[in-house]
């Protein structure tokens, strides 16, 4: 085994770390936003957006992420530069990356599989404690946001770390368009020091520590929360 | 027809009042008055629409039909695609958070705290300023012998506890009215005692209550007023005396009996 290299792409592997909790981060905070009422109007009707959040998850939960990426990328990516008002606007110079085209595929995954999740952690919280928030004259939006929303986080916490650990390691899918994350910095290590299994390993030994720290986070969340009975 | 009743001013006054729930007629044309500081139990049978007159008067069921005056104030309705439903929400919601109701389950919030519980709807609907809540928390929490619990999650009490908590979080709002759904239902019966005497004091205090209750000594103990419903009409009503001692209708003799 040879290390030699690390100190070499050290710096390389530091851009890479910040890309991939750029595009984790990013796409969790925009996917959960998201998530939020994708799961609250199954629960609460109208019907019709119910049914249209439902087949939005069933669809993104029923298509491989690597797919999405692609279509995203290569369809979207392709489609942009033939529109004037697009190269013309300032946003064109961000949607010449693929960076933007991860960010989105990976929010929708999260919007996508969290709005299930969160579907679930809104029936989850038992009809009487609303019925007191209701009984107590408070309005819908204090109900949703005193009662509801954080009985509804407390009762997935859990679940929601076990999910963010998986969206973690679908982020190396993102080198699959050009993305230089960690993963996507190993593989040039590999390609240009003929090197096979250290860059693996290392990059292997970064996601373990990103995932002990996710797990850490919510545990610490979890237990600053009550367990509810 | 009552001429009962501990003041002349109106608490919650239901008239002529129906409830059906698709074709299931539960309330056939209620009608309740209790007035400032009248302590009112319902009885009757399970099934017989207890629960549902009484969710009835916070509007937690809506009516199908009748009348419903709370402190005086009616409430106004109005149809929206054929279904009743309140004219002003903001009245609904006003009206509400003046009635403390407590339920048979409780139903403390449970990612909150006992005195989180209590703080909340005076803090949040109410619009108390915290610190003046938190005194006021304390001081009901005192009241239900509760301050040791205050930083407690409702998980961790015992039912007696929380329904105490349950309680104090309806006294915290300085309620017109408070409203009882079976507060003792869910309680083993060593618990019983300790939520019935916190019912009593409040009883004593002259605060004004309805109350569902299956604990048909107490019923008669607490009361100015006793319902006896029977399959969604008033079958009984009057003084505990009248409804215990006196009574007319048979099932209602045979319903109380047990406390004979
Ligand atoms: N939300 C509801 N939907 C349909 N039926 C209901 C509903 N709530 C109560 N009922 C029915 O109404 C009747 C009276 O119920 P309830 O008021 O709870 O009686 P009680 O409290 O006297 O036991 C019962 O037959 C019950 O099944
Ligand atoms: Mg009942």
């Known amino acids: 085994m040879r290390w030699d290299w690390i100190p070499t792409y050290w710096p390389d592997f530091v851009d890479g770390l910040i890309i991939t909790l750029q595009l984790l981060s990013m796409s969790i905070i925009i996917g959960m936003f998201f998530a939020i009422p994708i799961g609250l109007v199954q629960v609460t009707g109208p019907r019709w957006l119910g049914r249209i959040a439902q087949g939005f998850c069933t669809v993104v939960r029923g298509t491989p992420l690597l797919i999405q990426l692609w279509l995203l990328y290569y369809g979207l990516g392709s489609l942009f530069p033939s529109m004037p008002w697009i190269r013309e606007s300032w946003m064109w110079p961000y949607l010449r990356d693929a960076f933007p085209y991860a960010l989105l595929a990976f929010s929708i995954s999260v919007a996508g599989y969290e709005g299930e999740v969160m579907r679930g952690a809104f029936k989850s919280v038992p009809k009487g404690e609303l019925e007191a928030a209701r009984s107590f004259g408070m309005s819908r939006f204090t109900i949703l946001r005193r009662i509801w929303l954080p009985r509804a986080f407390q009762n997935v916490l859990p679940t929601l770390a076990g999910e963010f650990v998986l969206t973690l390691k679908a982020t190396p899918l993102a080198a699959t368009i050009t993305v230089f994350d960690v993963y996507g910095v190993g593989t040039m290590v590999r390609q240009e020091t003929y090197r096979i299994y250290e860059p693996l390993l290392f990059i292997a030994g970064i996601y373990i520590v990103l995932t002990g720290i996710i797990v850490l986070f919510f545990r610490w969340l979890e237990n600053r929360v009550p367990r509810a009975v | ?260």
């Open chain 2, 1 to 260: 027809m009552i001429d009962l009743h501990r003041s002349g001013k109106e608490a919650v006054v239901i008239e002529n009042l129906h409830k059906q729930f698709d074709d299931l007629k539960v309330l056939k044309g209620v009608s309740l008055h209790a007035n400032e500081g009248d302590v009112l139990s319902i009885i009757g049978a399970s099934g017989s629409g207890k629960s549902t007159l009484l969710r009835c008067i916070n509007l937690l069921e809506m009516p199908t039909s009748g009348d419903l005056r709370v402190g005086g104030e009616q409430i106004e309705f109005t149809e929206k695609r054929g279904v009743r439903v309140p004219k002003h929400m903001r009245q609904v919601e006003k009206m509400r958070s003046r009635l403390g109701m407590v339920f048979q389950n409780f139903n403390l919030w449970a990612h909150m705290t006992v005195l989180q519980n209590v703080m909340e709807v005076p803090v949040h609907v109410l619009k108390v300023p915290k610190a003046e809540a938190r005194e006021r928390a304390e001081a009901v929490l005192e009241r239900v012998g509760l301050s040791d619990k205050r930083d407690q999650y409702p998980a961790y009490l015992s039912g007696g506890q929380q329904q105490r908590a349950a309680i104090a979080r309806a006294l915290a709002i300085e309620p017109r009215v408070m409203l009882f759904d079976e507060p003792t239902s869910a309680l083993d019966p060593e618990l019983v005692g300790e939520v019935l005497k916190v019912i009593q004091d409040l009883a004593n205090e002259g605060r004004t209550m309805i109350l569902v209750t299956h604990e048909m000594k107490f019923a008669r103990d607490v009361s100015n007023q006793v319902l006896f419903l029977h399959k969604g009409l008033v079958e009984e009503e009057g003084t505990p005396q009248q409804v215990f001692y006196e009574t007319k209708s048979e099932r209602c003799k045979a319903f109380v009996s047990s406390i004979h």
